[in-house]
Nanobody
């Protein structure tokens, strides 16, 4: 089975920086887009950043200019570097990836493209 596991996050002071990382594991044949989304209490999930297999990056309007996303394909990893953090950056951050992987159900193995999500990591920006 394929899994995404996130690391990083925690409590950060306003103006500070953080780095989140996410690693894909399992039987994986290819990975397309990888990215980060976040969800604050009472709000919809929103894009933070996304990066294609070719390296093209897209950023949410609220984080442009202070966020960098990068990927390491041999390590199956995507990382997010954020600076100048604000209290409104407080949210649960979720890793996302489009993965061609193998899943086995009741003894039957299928290889297919699917969207995978990490369990989420809390980021709190507060003094």
């Amino acid at each position: 089975q394929v899994h995404l596991v996130e690391s990083g996050g925690g409590l950060v002071q306003p103006g500070g920086s953080l780095r989140l990382s996410c690693t894909a594991s399992g039987t994986i044949f290819n990975i397309n887009d990888m990215g980060w989304y976040r969800q604050a209490p009472g709000k919809q999930r929103e894009l933070v950043a996304n990066i294609t297999r070719g390296g093209a990056a897209e950023y949410g309007d609220s984080v442009k200019g202070r966020t960098t996303i990068f990927r390491d394909d041999p390590k199956r990893m995507v990382s997010l570097q954020m600076t100048a953090l604000k209290p409104e950056d407080t949210a649960v951050y979720h890793c996302h990836a489009q993965i061609l992987g193998a899943t086995t159900t009741q003894g039957v193995t299928e290889i297919q493209w699917s969207d995978y999500w990490g369990q989420g990591t809390q980021v709190t920006v507060s003094s």
